[in-house]
């Protein structure tokens, strides 16, 4: 299983789990975002060069406690858009499914 550990926007905190994000989409994501509350734009493609097969999942590390993911967005290999606003007590997973497409 693909297992990606991403490092964003400098050091974690200590008390920041990573947060665990799953394909289920059925379909190869391409193009993964997050966009932290307070930001006016997404960050950069979180995938780099890589892609997140269906049924895979990365780990994405970063700084929730201090600064709260507002959204996260992926484009899967057809184009198609899937949004997800994570709720406070999304228990450090987010699985995208057909259900967040937009």
């Known amino acids: 299983m693909l297992a ?6 400098g050091k974690a905190a200590a008390a920041d789990a990573p947060i665990r994000i799953t394909n289920k989409t059925g379909y190869q994501i391409q193009f993964v975002y997050v ?11 979180i995938l780099g060069n890589d892609v997140l097969p ?7 590390q970063s700084q929730t406690e201090s600064r709260p993911l507002e959204e996260l967005i992926a484009q899967d290999e057809d184009g198609d858009r899937y949004s997800i606003r994570p709720s406070i007590d999304m228990d450090r997973e987010i699985v995208i499914t057909l259900d967040n497409l937009q």
Do not use: F, Q
């Not at 990606?4 to 926007?9: A, I, N």
């Open 4 to 9: 990606l550990v991403l490092l964003l926007s």
């Open 35 to 45: 966009l932290y509350r307070g930001d006016s734009c997404p960050s950069d493609d």
């Open 54 to 60: 269906d049924g895979a999942t990365i780990l994405l």
